[in-house]
């Protein structure tokens, strides 16, 4: 890809905050980019912000398109839905057999499948891309996750590792599989990403309603774990929120805002395609109701006035419960990763994309938002051993979830004893436990099909299905 005066190498359709950091990124490394934009406002951001002449916004869609070197490169960074099948319809007439067209959006994976489908008639070339990182990624240096047409992907790889975050000199971006398989990967990073903002509220709330920390005993809580293990980027946005009073006030935004929090449905997805692969996830199903819980608000406070109770606070010595914390934390991070990995394996399987977990996890290391310093646990144990069934089987990761255990079974008893909610660290737990059951008590379960339906049952050591007439007839 050359630079030349009047055509451009690639085009970004959305000139929102993502297109357009990711454009003038695209810029900054050498490449020729155009951005296509409805609302004038934004091609005039862009002109703005542009600091290299290789960038140019266009708010005509046929000029946008002829400024395009053939055969053409574009991506789409719009919302999901139907704005992105918009777009390609708008497209689809302008473009020539060969051009590739790129979703860097947030779209559910099955729209992704139907649109390869349809391209794939056109003659076009199409791939999803998951993109993480927000703004500043986007400017600096995202993670992202193309799926779907490989022969597309080789050809905008220069440009993709180019402008992709980098740790130790590798790329954060990498050929994630055949058909959606990019866009479901983003999708559970986003899952994975709620759990883990779910654990770390839980745990402000321990520290706060439990122990009666200050602000500023938090944030030096935050602070301090971000230097070590547990250094992630959700736990920099944390330390960050903890140290930010309002301008000219000695208080704290973070007491202002509603505890009502808001989700854009990738959460939701993640848990809707787990239950529909039978592949648990229930770190990030609790992260998802309670966000849907926060919501009802007025609720909320009629039970409160109900059920009121004494808060004794946790009966813990400081540095003990702190340690404990820090422990409870770190397993239950483990999970929440764990459940996330065991996901996109089940879903590899199924729809066959031939994903690599440990170039996954490498990917993630840096631009994303749950980068952090355990993915290097993670990407060692896949890179060791790509049939690993399940991560917490690996040995390292076993060390480590052995060791934080007690103290996370400390936390969680504390916690229930005292009346406070943290049940995204209960459904880690549980999640764990039940995994290492030899034999759950679901054989109840089947018992009571069986009785009440007529479901059958199997026999321990013995083919086939069985029935039985659990009460006799006529009895009473």
Not at 147 to 172: F, H, S, T
Request: glycine residues 10%; charged residues 20%; hydrophobic residues 40%.
């Amino acid at each position: 890809m050359t630079t030349t005066p009047d055509k451009y190498d690639i085009g970004m359709i959305g000139l929102g905050t993502m297109g357009r950091n990711l454009l003038l990124n695209i810029g900054d490394h050498g490449f020729a980019g155009a951005g296509y934009d409805k609302n004038p406002g934004q091609v005039k951001l862009l002109e703005e912000e542009a600091t290299n002449s290789n960038t140019k916004a266009f708010s005509d869609l046929d000029q946008f398109i002829g400024s395009l070197k053939s055969p053409r490169y574009i991506m789409m960074l719009v919302p999901a839905g139907k704005i992105v099948d918009s777009v390609i319809e708008e497209l689809v007439p302008l473009l020539d057999k060969g051009d590739i067209l790129i979703d860097g959006g947030n779209s559910h994976f099955n729209d992704t499948n139907r649109r390869v489908e349809y391209l794939e008639t056109k003659g076009l070339h199409f791939f999803g891309m998951g993109i993480s990182g927000g703004e500043e990624g986007a400017r600096k240096g995202p993670s992202m996750m193309p799926g779907g047409d490989q022969k597309a992907y080789q050809i905008m790889k220069p440009l993709l590792e180019a402008i992709a975050a980098k740790v130790n000199g590798d790329p954060c971006v990498t050929y994630i599989g055949k058909g959606a398989a990019g866009h479901f990967v983003k999708m559970v990073h986003n899952g994975i990403e709620y759990g883990l903002m779910q654990l770390i509220a839980e745990t402000y709330e321990l520290l706060r309603k439990g122990m009666n920390f200050s602000n500023d005993e938090i944030h030096a809580v935050f602070k301090k774990w971000n230097e070590g293990r547990l250094q992630s980027f959700l736990m920099e946005t944390t330390r960050d929120v903890f140290a930010y009073k309002v301008p000219g006030t000695n208080n704290w935004l973070l007491d202002n805002i509603k505890d009502e929090a808001k989700s854009k449905g990738t959460g939701k997805w993640t848990s809707q395609v787990a239950m529909d692969l039978q592949s648990p996830t229930p770190t990030i199903d609790t992260a998802v109701a309670m966000r849907d819980l926060s919501k009802y608000k007025e609720l909320r406070e009629l039970a409160a006035g109900i059920y009121s109770q004494n808060e004794t606070g946790l009966k813990m010595e400081k540095e003990a419960f702190l340690n404990d914390l820090e422990q409870a934390f770190y397993f239950s991070m483990i999970i929440t990763y764990a459940q996330g990995m065991q996901l996109i394996a089940a879903a590899s399987k199924e729809y066959g994309y031939g994903s690599q977990l440990a170039e996954i996890a490498q990917i993630w290391r840096g631009g994303c938002i749950i980068r952090s310093t355990f993915l290097n646990q993670i990407h060692n144990a896949y890179k060791k051993n790509n049939e690993l069934k399940h991560l917490l089987l690996d040995e390292e990761v076993a060390r480590l979830v052995k060791e934080s255990l007690p103290a996370t079974r400390n936390i969680l008893s504390s916690a229930v004893s005292s009346g406070l909610a943290i049940p995204a660290y209960a459904s880690s737990l549980s999640y764990f436990d039940a995994l290492r059951s030899e034999r759950m008590p679901s054989n109840l379960i089947q018992a009571q099909r069986d009785y009440f339906g007529a479901h059958t049952y199997e026999l321990i050591g013995q083919e086939g299905v069985f029935h039985t007439q659990w009460v006799p007839e006529g009895a009473q």
